[in-house]
């Protein structure tokens, strides 16, 4: 089984890096689609199936909390799992994203074994699958 995973971030340089990271992590990835912004985002989930979420907060246009609280209105995106990737320092907005069900928060600059780690947990692959 491979998975499709959405990269949502309106720094193609960030996107090209969390890219790299995944190519990095053994993981099965079947697909990888890319958002430039949370609009953008919720277009891809809603054409193309994913199994995976990571999601920057601060975007032009709709931001990932934007993004994050439109996927808990939808029904076909509600469960889906989302991981924040991002600079946002302020523990108010992440706690908040925690209690809307985002899984895990990665702070940037992150190393790659960090993220690697952190997909495993929320996809449930067992180190044999990694």
């Given at each position: ?8 971030d309106?720094s193609?340089t ?5 890219l ?9 990835i ?34 990932g ?31 908040s ?34």
């Open positions: 089984m491979s998975f499709n995973i959405l990269v949502v309106d193609r960030t996107r090209r890096i969390i790299k990271t995944l190519a990095m992590t053994e993981l099965p079947g697909q990888i689609l890319e958002a430039g912004s949370g609009r953008e985002g919720l277009e891809a989930m809603r054409k193309t199936w994913v199994d995976l979420v990571l999601a920057d907060l601060n975007m032009p246009d709709m931001s909390v934007e993004m994050i609280a439109a996927m808990g209105q939808d029904p076909l995106l509600a469960k889906l799992p989302v991981v924040v990737v991002s600079s946002e320092g302020d523990q108010t907005v992440l706690d994203l925690t209690e809307q069900g985002v899984r895990e928060i990665v702070r940037k600059p992150f190393d790659p074994g960090l993220l690697r780690d952190v997909m495993v947990r929320v996809l449930g692959v067992t180190s044999s699958e990694a």
